[in-house]
T-cell receptor, first 114, second 114 residues
Framework: DTGVSQDPRHKITKRGQNVTFRCDPISEHNRLYWYRQTLGQGPEFLTYFQNEAQLEKSRLLSDRFSAERPKGSFSTLEIQRTEQGDSAMYLC????????????FGDGTRLSIL | AQSVSQHNHHVILSEAASLELGCNYSYGGTVNLFWYVQYPGQHLQLLLKYFSGDPLVKGIKGFEAEFIKSKFSFNLRKPSVQWSDTAEYFCAVRGSSNTGKLIFGQGTTLQVKP
């Protein structure tokens, strides 16, 4: 169990730029989640993949956000035309399909918009 | 809509003091409940989880939580805290969605003074 890996750890960009984050889940975990966490708040659900299928998207995920998991392994989250309000920690989590299993979280990518 | 409420935003205790962090959720169906901890600079880690059975759940590092269905509560307890328990604590519920997404509370920052 090598844990959930996220890259980069920190991204600083100017408003209006596009950014892409990567998540490598624990191998053999076919369920993958993206969350967003702002200062002083708990993580908020963004989207969910089962294998390569994106099965749920939160209303928080505006049209500027897109997520993919092309081969059912790693996932990417892209934000286009970033805005100040996108500054947050973006967390990825994965879990197996077995019953009663918890989600395992990565260290997150902290996005700072200048 | 499901929600989770953590009553204490910031708790300061001395070492050896007892801890109880409140968590209430709003959902009338079958729920799975979790407490996650985030130590400074680290990722979210699972402290304990409740799926069914004994409502008193024991987790890692001497933590426990009690599920009281009639009160929609899942409070976290530890009889004697240590300085190393300084962290942010999040209560979460996994409920009606087949995706297994988690709904988090806003978190409680625990500061333990040596």
């Amino acid at each position: 169990d090598t844990g959930v890996s996220q890259d980069p750890r920190h991204k600083i960009t100017k408003r209006g730029q596009n950014v892409t984050f990567r998540c490598d889940p624990i191998s053999e975990h076919n369920r993958l989640y993206w969350y967003r966490q702002t200062l002083g708040q708990g993580p908020e659900f963004l989207t969910y993949f089962q294998n390569e299928a994106q099965l749920e998207k939160s209303r928080l995920l505006s049209d500027r956000f897109s997520a993919e998991r092309p081969k059912g392994s790693f996932s990417t989250l892209e934000i286009q035309r970033t805005e100040q309000g996108d500054s947050a920690m973006y967390l990825c989590a994965s879990r197996s399909d077995r019953a009663n299993q918890p989600q395992h979280f990565g260290d997150g990518t902290r996005l700072s918009i200048l | 809509a499901q929600s989770v409420s953590q009553h204490n935003h910031h708790v300061i205790l001395s070492e050896a003091a007892s801890l109880e962090l409140g968590c209430n959720y709003s959902y009338g169906g079958t729920v799975n409940l979790f407490w996650y901890v985030q130590y400074p600079g680290q990722h979210l880690q699972l402290l304990l989880k409740y799926f069914s059975g004994d409502p008193l759940v024991k987790g890692i590092k001497g933590f426990e939580a009690e599920f009281i269905k009639s009160k929609f509560s899942f409070n976290l307890r530890k009889p004697s805290v240590q300085w190393s328990d300084t962290a942010e604590y999040f209560c979460a519920v996994r409920g009606s969605s087949n995706t297994g997404k988690l709904i988090f509370g806003q978190g409680t920052t625990l500061q333990v003074k040596p």
